[in-house]
């Protein structure tokens, strides 16, 4: 890690704790809630193990496991023996429980076109194209990279090759070609599911397109699955080229197929799917998650955070490309037999009341969304909801970044009517499910905090030398092994030791983000302590916007930061030195951004460009991203008593400003 690492132990309660305002449970909720015995927490600390087998056994297992954890520091087993399989729980099992005809999927796209599958129907679905998967000759540990639209298929994908022990890959629509290929080749995939296309805000996302642009450099791709969007709708052939032999068309391969398929007996310690995140390296990690542990952990989180009942309609606002889209739109709630609503598109297409629209449409009771998203709406306005009823929601979540309390209020009064819970909740793609959260029938909220551990978890905060800070800040930690916790990253175990395991020893988590603990013992998320930027609730690393910077011909070194950005959170900053008889202008700017949209996918785009001589650096040659982020902010500038040429950040600042007027 560089120069961005602050001590956040270095700051006093005060310069947080300003929010005093309290949101206690209402009786009503707190008396119908999943959870509502406070002694949970201290049963589950004095005995994680029995706490976690009891939610281990609401689920299905083929055969029952034999030891609940072993945990080698820093590697765990979880259910160890035990034998499941993940689409079994999601499927099977609710139709074997006479709840074949309950909705799993109200599906939304974009364009208003819309569908509903009932388990019964979801489960032959998946069987059926768990059966072409097969036909194509994918086998159990075979990993599949899934880059389709947020139609039913995406759903449908992951838990088809979850039945037959495959393991996904799902890759966001929103990345480049590029950021594909370097996925499909690190997880050495055989097979991409995508679609012909998918929308976003009334425009086609052409992702077979980018498909055989990425494949073109992965050799171990032996098939690829196209859906095709809209059956009327026939893309040309420089739109979606389908190379015979090698491509095939979703409705064609499951045609004539069994609506029956065998699972496949998955160990607890099995692996269900990785998922590649930003770290602080240009490469991003496949992240590994295995099957007993994980559904364990999401099964138990949607039914005591969320306080899902029968009746629910859920909405996770997330794409399934993130963990989030995972974990509470596939896994956590089809664990728990939820009818989901799930929707193609972006929330103003084709206005900004479409969210709204969509909970009333399908009664929608619990919705979950990201602070990003909730900034934006507070800038279109309260009268986008107040057109819409939406008083069927009990239930909001939050998650992604830390809420700024002004947004929390805005979305308790407007979203919420001041009457129904707000769950902030804590987690990354590394935990697998929520960490640090309200129990909705227990925990009395304050705006902008994710407040405690969920029981079982054992968070806390240390400071850099790793002794416990009981008030104040630093560093948030997690203690003790827990069932949905990455198990390593992909192909690189060292990684895996080195990133999480190694800042205090080998047996304390270390997620990377600062954090502070009030006087209640409450905690208040501050934001990443690493090079890793929180774009509108997206990780980014900067070293690879800058090694996206570096790859254009004329770049000679760049520089990456984040800077704070009223709608999300943070937006993307370089500084840029460009070679030698180069001449920098507004044409080269717009370059440069198109140039990282394409290496990488819009979401890394540079918000601003900055050209400059001099990048500032310490003795020692490294660059002082800190005093950039204080540029970047206009902030004061920080200590610059160990710049090589102090200079060179004043004359940065000033030209910023410029820019910025
Ligand atoms: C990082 C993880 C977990 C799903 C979405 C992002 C930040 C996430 C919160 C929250 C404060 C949060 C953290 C974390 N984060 N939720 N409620 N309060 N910060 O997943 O891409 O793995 O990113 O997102 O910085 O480390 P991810």
């Known amino acids: 890690m560089s120069e961005k690492v602050v001590d956040p132990s270095n700051l006093s309660i005060e310069d947080l704790l300003h929010e005093q305002r309290k949101f206690p449970p209402s009786k009503e909720f707190q008396s119908q809630a999943n959870i509502n015995d406070e002694s949970i927490y201290e049963l589950a600390a004095k005995d994680p193990e029995t706490y976690w087998a009891n939610w281990a056994k609401e689920l299905k297992w083929s055969q029952p496991w034999s030891k609940v954890c072993e945990w080698t520091p820093p590697h765990a087993k979880w259910f160890l023996g035990g034998k499941l399989n993940a689409s079994v729980n999601c499927l099977d099992r609710h139709v074997e429980n006479g709840l074949g005809n309950k909705t799993a999927i109200l599906w939304e796209g974009e364009p208003g076109d819309s569908r509903t599958l009932t388990y019964q129907q979801l489960l032959d679905e998946v069987s059926r194209f768990a059966n072409g998967l097969r036909k194509l000759g994918i086998r159990k540990g075979d990993r599949i990279a899934v880059y389709m639209p947020m139609t039913p298929e995406a759903i449908i994908a992951c838990l088809a090759t979850a ?57 171990t791709i032996t098939n690829i699955v196209v859906l095709k969007r809209d059956q009327k709708i026939t893309l040309a052939d420089d739109q ?14 499951v045609e004539g197929l069994d609506s029956v398929c065998e699972p496949e007996e998955m160990d607890s310690e099995d692996m269900l799917f990785t998922l590649y995140t930003s770290g602080t390296t240009g490469k991003p990690k496949g992240i590994v998650h295995t099957t007993g542990g994980y559904m364990t952990g999401v099964y138990a989180t949607t039914k005591w955070v969320f306080d899902l009942k029968p009746d629910d309609v859920f909405w996770c606002t997330a794409d399934v490309g993130w963990i989030t889209g995972h974990s509470y739109i596939i896994y956590g709630p089809l664990s728990n ?7 193609e598109g972006a929330p103003d297409a084709p206005d900004k009341g479409r969210f709204w629209q969509i909970v009333e449409k399908y009664k929608v009771t619990i919705f979950y969304t990201a602070p990003t998203a909730i900034r934006a709406f507070m800038k279109w306005g309260e009268s986008w909801p107040q057109k819409s009823d939406l008083s069927t929601l009990r239930l909001l979540g939050s998650v992604g970044e830390p809420i700024n309390p002004e947004a929390w209020m805005w979305y308790h009064k407007y979203i919420g009517g001041e009457k129904i819970p707000i769950v902030d909740t804590w987690w990354q793609t590394e935990t697998g499910a929520i960490m640090i959260t309200p129990l909705p029938g227990l925990t009395t909220t304050k705006p902008g905090s994710a407040t405690k551990s969920f029981p079982g978890i054992s968070a806390e905060v240390l400071n850099e030398k790793g002794e416990k800070v009981e008030a104040g800040g630093g560093y948030v930690c997690i203690t003790k092994p827990w069932p949905s916790m990455l198990r390593t990253i992909f192909n690189d175990d060292q990684r895996y030791v080195d990133t999480y395991w190694s800042k205090w020893n080998k047996e304390t988590y270390f997620p990377g983000d600062g954090i502070k603990k009030d006087e209640e013992g409450y905690f208040w998320f501050l934001g990443r302590v690493d090079d890793v930027m929180n774009v509108a609730g997206h990780r980014i690393g900067t070293a690879e916007v800058e090694s996206a910077l570096v790859d254009h011909e004329v770049v000679a070194e760049s ?20 070679k030698e008889g180069i001449t920098p202008s507004e044409e080269l700017l717009q370059e440069l951004k198109q140039h990282v949209s394409k290496k990488i996918g819009p979401i890394a785009r540079p918000e601003d460009i900055l050209f400059t001589a001099d990048l500032p650096k310490t003795r020692s040659g490294k660059i002082m991203r800190r005093l950039l982020r204080d540029v970047a902010d206009g902030k004061a500038l920080g200590d610059t008593t160990t710049l090589a040429d102090p200079t060179v950040v004043e004359s940065l600042r000033k030209k910023y400003e410029a820019i910025e007027e």
């Open 337 to 343: 037999a939820a009818t989901i609503v799930v929707y």
């Open 240 to 253: 979606c080229y389908m190379v015979s032999g090698r491509d095939v068309w979703w409705h064609e391969l």
């Open 559 to 578: 520089a990456v930061v984040g800077k704070k950005h009223d709608i999300k959170g943070e937006a993307i900053v370089a500084f840029v030195i460009v």
């Open 163 to 219: 039945r037959i022990g495959a393991v996904h890959s799902v890759v966001f629509g929103g990345f480049s070609a590029e950021s594909l290929s370097d996925r499909i080749q690190d997880a050495s995939a055989k097979l991409v599911i995508t679609g012909d296309f998918g929308w976003r805000r009334g425009k086609k996302v052409l992702l077979k397109q980018a498909v055989d642009e990425a494949v073109v450099t992965c050799p």
